[in-house]
């Protein structure tokens, strides 16, 4: 039997979200795939410079 939802603990994902209505399943895909790249990988720790965009930023949901 399941538990109700108000008494089940809902721990952080890891990730991308893809929240309903945002249509961001297939931007998230394509990230997976090019960090399973080796060189997509280096390239992308040996960035230096970013301005975070708040909660929607992917550079920082990556690192």
């Not at 990730?15 to 895909?29: A, D, I, K, Y």
């Amino acid at each position: 039997m399941f538990a109700p939802r108000s008494s089940m603990s809902i721990a952080p994902s890891k990730g991308l979200s893809n929240e309903p209505g945002q249509n961001s399943c297939f931007l998230n895909s394509a990230l997976q795939v090019l960090w399973h790249l080796d060189i997509f990988r280096r390239s992308f720790r040996q960035l230096t410079t970013h301005k975070c965009m708040g909660d929607s930023c992917i550079f920082c949901a990556l690192k």
